[in-house]
Structures are given as C-alpha cells and as structure tokens.
C-alpha cells in the first residue's frame, strides 16, 4: 500500500471520518485515494479558511479532532488567521498539507516557502515527514499532540514523493495520554480555607473548562460558595447563561472593562484560562494587594502568564473541581453556608438588573407601528426577532453566536446551559458563525443548528453557503445585516472618551449600506434557499419557514444601524 492511502486508512483508524479541504495539485496523489476508502468522507470548500471553520466547528461540537486538507504555501497562507483562532479555543484539528517533494526543495520553485515555520505560530506542532519510514508514526503523532489537553491545532506537511513511496509500518490508533486528575491535599485545603473566609470571592472561566467536562464540578463549587462567574473570552458554555451566578464575559477589548471586576473580588480561582485576553489589557496588577488568587489548569502556560498567583495547580480542571468541591463539603460550617446564600440572592438582584438594560436597547418601540419599518429609513432592533425564534427552537438545538454587537438578545433569550449547545468566535477571528455551523450539523445531523452573523462578518467566509448546498448540510443561517461594522463603531467610541476626544461621526470605511449587499440573493445564487425580513409582521413565518426546511436555509435580518450611504462616494477617497 503506498503512502497516499495508508494516512486516510490512518484516519479512519482514528474515528476521522469527513475531511475538510479544498484541492490542490501537489495533493492530488491522497485525493484520488479517497474513493478506495469510502469510510472517509471529502468535504468541498472553495477557501482553505473555509475548510478550518468548518472543521473547527465540527470538533467543537465532539470534543474530538477533526481533519483539515490544505494547499502548499498559499493554502496555508489562507488558513493562517482562522488556525490562530482555533488556537486559542483549543480546537484539535489535524491540518495537513501538500508539498511537490523533498527532492525539489533546494530549488526554489513555484509554491516553494518554509511551511514548517509558516504554521508553527498558529499551532501546537508543526512538521514534515522526512522519510516513508516514519510517515504513520508522524501521522499518530499529530493525532496524538492535537488531541492531548491543553488541545490544539496541529500541522502535518505530506511531500508528495514520501506519499509515493510503499508504507512498511503498520496502520492502528493513534495514543490520547489521559491528564492526572489528582492534586496536592494540602493545595486543596489551603484554596479552600480561604475560600470561606472571603467575602467577595469570584471565578474566572475558560474553554478549559468544557473541554474537560468540568461544567457540572464547577456550577457545584459556584453554588457552594456563592462566587460570581465571569467567562474570560472563552468560545465554548463553560457556565450555564441565565444563572444567577454567571455574569458573562470580562470583555475582550479593553482591560479598564474588566478592572472592577477583579479589583473588587478577595479571592479569585481562575480555571482553563489566562488572565486576561484582552486587545488593550491593563498593565498593572488587577487585584487588590490582599486578594488571594489561584489558579487550576491543564495548561502550565496559561498559569501566572501575566498576572500574579498565590497557588496553582497544574491538572485536569475536572478531578481537581471535584476534589475542591468534596473538601469544601467535608470542611463547610454554617457561617459560610450562609454567605453563600446572600451572595447569591444579591447577585440575583445585579443579574436581573443587566436584562433589564439589554431589554431597553433591543426590544421593539411599542409606539412604532408595523407599516412603519419601511426597509429604508426605520428599521426594528433584533431583540424580537430572537424572542421569536427561542419561542420555536427545542431544547436540542445548537447556536453558533457570531452575532457580536446583536448577541445580548441572544443571551437573554436563548441562553445556553451545557457544552456544547452554543458556541463562539475566538482569537479576534470574523467570519467563523456559517462556516461552524455547518461542521456543527455534520456532527449532529439530527439537531437544529443555526449560525448567526453580522453582515460584516459573514462576507468573510460567505461561499461556505455553495458548501452545505453541495453537501446537503441542512443547517441554517441568520445574517444580522446592520450595514456596518458595527462593533467597531462602539469600540472607536471607547477610544475617543479614553482620548478625551469629541464624539463626532464614525469613520465611513466602518459604514456598508452603499452598495448595499442583498444576502438573500447571494444565498440564492449559492443553492440555499433565503429571505429578507426587515419588519416584526414577517418575523414569525420567516423563523417557521427556515426551521422547517430540510435543506440549507438563509434569513437576511435587516436592522437599525448608524449608517450614512449619502456620503460613501461624496467624500475623497471613502
């Protein structure tokens, strides 16, 4: 058996069974083996930054790798921002790549380019196989290092003269080493102690989290102490969303948002995460001179990355959740079963009182009558339109949330309560909501899945839509189309008060409403069916109509934005 087949039946062995990739010449030996191993299914995408969204979503959604097939250098160029993303989510993708052969890599040819240092940055592990001897052991080892918490992406370039060649090893499964899930007794009880002597104790949360199964360990100890949980720019639900106890995110833009949170707490147990990811993070310390802060982790390198630590323990998140949860049982008493019970019914209070804001600035103006959204000059915020489709969807379905500036709504009206059933973009990274969507129905083909976006974001990735049409990937599609960047527009606003600068209008490169994109359209041109709806009347049957489609379906939501198309073209140079 040569090299070509011997990888895909390596996959198999593996449980991979979709490939998501885009061709290129240099792996058309592999390519052309896939219809002698029909286990293994090709999944077409038209960019490679496609095929890692998808496949991204498609592990997210498991908790297991997923395989991605890319092109030579400028493949790998595509794939670049989106592997950065997946990164930082965790994501165990097995990326693996062509090249035109070890013997033509003196002579600089065409595509030629140090693809080994190209994806180190962005991944785990980045390699070569060198010689035909060793290409299944390269092979588990790239299984084996995604898979291996703190998962990851990893990059695997196949020459094809090495594919060429006959395989002399045997094929069978790659490895997953399991993490020790066991701490320190004397750790456990010194994290506990303090923990019931605090009096404004707080935990911050990320992916680590889900991706351990910790989820259920951690609501436990939360309830227990009565800690406020705030996630720290993870993309998975490591905390159920209308909990009283959980107040969302510590923002991933601006360490001054994020600074009374940690300012305020006396005791704060980060888990799966580091502190902090943010764009403009504070460059000071963020606790108080007496706040006690330990940290649980698989991850050695998210522990004490920025900020001081009293105590940390590298590990599973899940034994060592367990172990603190069963040594705060053993050790309660009632003064701290008490103060848990107040914080919670306080913090019930402050959680009530941040649905009431996010109410006020995206449900429907009463006064504003039907025939009023013209679709040109009064358009309705998306609040509603989220109310209607919880009202619809089951408990099974699944979200992917790129929706941004329009997300509030969504957690207030579909909030998510396990691993698993909504996921978000990580790293910075735009254009992740279709594309995930739709590796997320290949992995659950039976649930509902909807990816949400904003117009900006979509355009990004939007050919994913000719995918799921291809493949007869039933999920489903709302554009949250605002015609603008809208999120940049708020964050520019942050900068001119940090800057002491005057409000004034936004910077047109921000505004999209000339031309204005039809979505519907694009979707139509694509194979997947779409609509627009820009006014409440049209809600209802247009969230019936997608959900009860049993093909690729597309809502174009248009809403309210700042946005100023009589200037794009007036002013030099915009």
């Known amino acids: 058996m040569r090299g070509h087949e011997a990888i895909l039946r390596q996959f198999v062995a593996n449980d991979l069974c979709y490939m998501f990739g885009n061709p290129g010449t240099v792996e058309q030996g592999f390519l052309d083996a896939l219809s002698a191993v029909p286990e293994l299914k090709y999944i077409l995408t038209l960019q490679e930054s496609i095929a890692v969204l998808c496949a991204d979503g498609y592990a997210r959604a498991r908790f297991k790798p997923a395989l991605v097939q890319i092109h030579s250098t400028p493949g790998l160029g595509n ?8 990164m930082r989510g965790q994501a165990p993708l097995v990326v693996i790549g062509g090249d035109a052969g070890i013997r033509y890599q003196a002579m600089d040819a065409q595509m030629a380019g140090d693809l080994v240092a190209m994806a180190e940055p962005v ?16 092979v588990r080892r790239a299984i084996k290092v995604a898979a291996t918490p ?23 499964p790659a490895h997953i ?86 300012k305020a707490a006396d005791w704060c147990l980060a888990v799966g995460c580091f502190l902090l990811p943010e764009v403009f993070p504070n460059l000071g310390d963020i606790f108080t001179p007496g706040c006690k802060v330990y940290h649980l982790d698989s991850n050695p390198n998210n ?14 998140p ?10 705060l049982h053993e050790l309660g008493d009632d003064r701290s079963s008490s103060q848990a019970t107040v914080r919670q019914k306080a913090n019930e209070v402050r959680k009530q009182q941040a649905t009431n804001q996010t109410s006020t600035i995206y449900d429907l103006d009463p006064s504003i009558p039907d025939d009023a959204y013209d679709n040109k000059t009064t358009f309705m915020p998306s609040g509603f339109f989220f109310q209607q489709l919880a009202s619809k969807l089951d408990a099974t379905a699944i979200l992917f949330d790129e929706a941004l500036t329009n997300s509030p709504p969504i957690t207030t009206h579909l909030p998510a309560q396990r691993p698993g059933q909504k996921l978000w973009t990580r790293g910075g ?30 355009m990004y990735t939007i050919q994913c839509l000719w995918t799921a049409a291809r493949h007869g990937i039933a999920a489903k599609f709302v554009i949250c189309q605002n015609r603008s960047y809208r999120l940049l527009q708020a964050n520019i606003k942050q900068y001119w008060q940090a800057q ?50 049993t093909e690729p379906y597309l809502i174009n939501l248009v809403l309210d934005g700042d946005v100023h198309p009589e200037l794009i073209g007036v002013h030099c140079g915009q």
């Open 79 to 86: 794939a670049i921002g989106n592997l950065y993303q997946a």
């Open 123 to 138: 991944t785990k592990w980045s390699a070569m196989v060198s010689h035909p001897s060793s290409l299944l052991r390269m």
């Open 150 to 172: 703190p998962c990851g992406p990893v990059y695997l370039c196949l020459p094809q003269d090495v594919l060429d060649a006959e395989v002399v090893e045997d094929i069978y």
């Open 177 to 262: 080493p399991s993490i020790a899930q066991a701490a320190d007794s004397r750790d456990v009880a010194e994290i506990v102690r303090t923990l019931q002597q605090a009096e404004n104790p707080i935990i911050l949360v990320g992916d680590g989290v889900a991706w351990s199964g910790a989820h259920e360990e951690l609501l436990a100890l939360a309830e227990a102490s009565g800690s406020r949980v705030y996630q720290a720019d993870g993309g998975e639900v490591n905390f159920p969303e209308d909990h009283p106890l959980f107040f969302g995110g510590t923002g991933h833009m601006f360490g001054e948002n994020s600074l009374p949170i940690t």
């Open 303 to 316: 522990i004490a990355k920025n900020h001081r630590v009293d105590l940390s323990i590298v590990g599973d």
């Open 318 to 327: 899940k034994g060592l959740l367990r172990q603190l949860n069963a040594s």
């Open 429 to 458: 990274s735009l254009g992740t909501g279709l594309p995930g969507a739709i590796g997320i129905k290949l992995a659950h083909p039976d649930k509902q899945v909807i990816g949400i976006s904003g117009d900006g974001g979509s």
């Open 500 to 549: 002491g600068i005057a409000e004034h209008d936004y910077p047109l490169c921000f505004d999209l409403s000339a031309p204005e994109i039809s979505f519907e359209q694009l979707a139509e041109s694509m194979g997947v069916k779409g609509e627009r709806v820009w006014k409440p009347s049209q809600v209802e049957a247009a969230i019936d109509r997608m959900i009860h489609s």
